[in-house]
């Protein structure tokens, strides 16, 4: 965990953004990686980073971790064998060295947008190639990640396995083989385990539970579990959310809020705006009610890049600044 900074109480000149000629200030209590000992993130992408200076600035401001939403995924790395891109992964990582961030790697073996020529691959070859994967990736940026997102998204709701490409052909033991293969590619790195719909007490919950303490008495090199935390107004808030993480704690491993967005049902209005503010101030107090809740990170910060809209039609303003990058009620709450 991150050593804790002091309130920042001042507003200089400086702290503030151009936004179509006017100025989008910093709040009076200050950026949110200065009121906590957590690390407080977002999710980025390459192209606006280096495009949008006040896209940039705003996020310089207020967090001091990054996660490539893309950049760093298999399909966009080595989409056909052994030709690489990293333009992208390295953008961001440059960035962050030059800005004081740290990087949150996502994502290293994941059912959606891996290679298609994995396909071809039969379960010894494939078995192979995870591993040189995780070697070369990992390696490129060996000592510059802070943690890695290294297994993504195993489970169904039901808490069933899903039936992926890895599962399938390498069977249950792909997660252990990749954590241990992960700790020798990067022995600094945290190494975490990331799903969705696992915030509450419930089936996909309970078996990310039962995965690592079977992990953890096996001496499988994990130190962390990922909630993503993609709620929705329309939902509520997840029950037992509190209880769930205080259980993984107990398990000796570290949580992380790793891709938090609220989105409501379009068009938005004060209400929705207010329950919306409730839920995240619920995430950052819930995260911080528990001390091996080490990391806040939200799923992009600004309502301007959001994936929500493509993804749940008639859904959106998910983030916590609008497009404007001005702070939501969301924000506020967070940091009056």
Not at 16 to 36: E, F, N, R, Y
Not at 103 to 117: E, F
Not at 239 to 260: H, K, M, W, Y
Not at 311 to 325: K, R, V, Y
Request: with cysteine.
């Amino acid at each position: 965990m991150k050593l804790r900074l002091p309130r920042v109480l001042a507003i200089t000149a400086a702290a503030a953004v151009m936004v179509t000629g006017q100025a989008v200030p910093a709040t009076a209590a200050g950026p949110l990686k200065d009121i906590t000992n957590r690390y407080v993130g977002s999710a980025v992408a390459a192209g606006p980073l280096g495009s949008q200076a006040d896209y940039r600035s705003v996020l310089t401001r207020e967090f001091d971790s990054v996660t490539p939403e893309n950049e760093m995924k298999w399909a966009v790395v080595e989409p056909n064998r052994n030709q690489f891109n990293w333009s992208g992964a390295d953008a961001i990582v440059n960035y962050a060295q030059q800005n004081g961030k740290t990087v949150r790697g996502h994502t290293l073996v994941w059912h959606s947008q891996y290679p298609n020529w994995l396909n071809n691959l039969g379960g010894g070859e494939l078995r192979t190639v995870v591993q040189q994967h995780i070697n070369t990736e990992m390696g490129r940026y060996r000592g510059k990640i802070r943690a890695w997102d290294v297994v993504n998204e195993i489970f169904e709701d039901n808490g069933s396995r899903r039936q992926s490409i890895f599962q399938t052909r390498l069977g249950d033991n792909f997660v252990a083989d990749a954590f241990r293969a992960a700790r020798a590619a990067d022995p600094s790195a945290k190494l975490y385990i990331n799903d969705y719909n696992t915030e509450g007490m419930n089936a996909k919950s309970n078996a990310m539970y039962n995965l690592v303490r079977s992990l953890k008495q096996q001496g499988v090199p994990i130190d962390g579990v990922g909630i993503q935390t993609h709620l929705a107004t329309r939902y509520g808030y997840p029950s037992g959310f509190r209880q769930n993480l205080e259980r993984l704690a107990a398990l000796g491993v570290d949580i992380a809020i790793t891709e938090a967005d609220v989105r409501i049902q379009l068009p938005a209005d004060q209400n929705k705006l207010n329950q919306q503010a409730t839920m995240y101030k619920q995430i950052w107090d819930d995260c911080h009610a528990v001390s091996r809740c080490v990391e806040f990170t939200t799923w992009g910060y600004t309502d301007r890049h959001s994936w929500v809209p493509g993804t749940f039609p008639g859904e959106g303003a998910a983030c916590l600044f609008d497009s404007n990058l001005r702070p939501k009620p969301a924000y506020t709450r967070i940091n009056p």
